[in-house]
């Protein structure tokens, strides 16, 4: 039978090695933030550069303390954080948010991340995103990014729901629904346009056009329908 001091210290222990791991993915968790920078952004040109003047750097810099303190319950602190860092960055984190490693948010400005969404390791996320929810029901109500997604300017995913890995969302889109690994979502609301997964994340220009393509089909039906006119109209 073991006596209460030994207990306790086993504990102590316990809690040590949980703080020591806690530091550790924290910092790992920094430090691979700043390297994924040199592999997204060609302009980056050295470490101190990223250090001072990307927003995205400060913004998951100051979430991940303030997420630390929500999951400690600490009071009005956390909240705080994260108006601080809306106020310096333009980009607003709830400290609820759960962000993986390796997460680049591009520019930044007027990104908006609500308190129970999820984003993936390596997600690139680019300015005027908004990962939020449709309504004012309680529980898990923001969406959940998987692995290596791409996000571009301006698109809304709105509601509890999952972006698979890999997935590319094109500027300006709204999705709504569940998008599946490997595909390429585009439009209002979100279609999907792309399944084989083939193609640079980062060339948006490249994306396809669903309302075009439709259109332009649309046109090639009724010229072939004036020219089935035509030729009845010679009889």
């Known amino acids: 039978m073991q006596q209460p001091l030994t207990i306790n210290r086993e504990r102590e222990r316990s809690d040590s090695k949980q703080k020591q791991l806690s530091v550790n993915i924290r910092q790992t968790n920094f430090w691979t933030d700043l390297k994924i920078i040199f592999d997204r952004d060609p302009a980056a040109n050295n470490w101190l550069e990223v250090l001072i003047c990307y927003p995205g750097v400060h913004a998951l810099a100051l979430h991940r303390v303030a997420n630390w303190l929500w999951h400690k319950q600490v009071p009005l602190l956390p909240r705080f954080l994260s108006h601080l860092g809306r106020f310096l960055t333009g980009i607003e984190i709830h400290p609820g948010a759960t ?54 300017a301006g698109a809304k995913i709105l509601g509890n729901i999952n972006i698979g890995n890999d997935v590319r969302v094109g500027a300006g889109s709204i999705v709504l629904r569940d998008v599946p690994d490997d595909c390429t979502v585009v439009g209002i609301p979100g279609r999907i346009v792309s399944r084989s997964g083939i193609g640079c994340p980062l060339e948006h220009g490249k994306l396809p056009d669903p309302e075009a393509h439709i259109i ?17 109209s010679t009889y």
């Open 99 to 152: 962000i993986g490693k390796g997460v680049f948010i591009d520019h930044g400005m007027g990104v908006v991340i609500g308190e129970t969404a999820i984003v993936g390791d390596y997600c690139l996320i680019y300015q005027n995103v908004t990962l939020g929810g449709t309504g004012k029901q309680t529980g898990k109500r923001h969406p959940t990014l998987e692995e290596n997604v791409v996000v571009g």
């Open 216 to 232: 332009r089909s649309l046109l090639n039906r009724i010229e072939s329908l004036e020219q089935n006119i035509q030729k009845l």
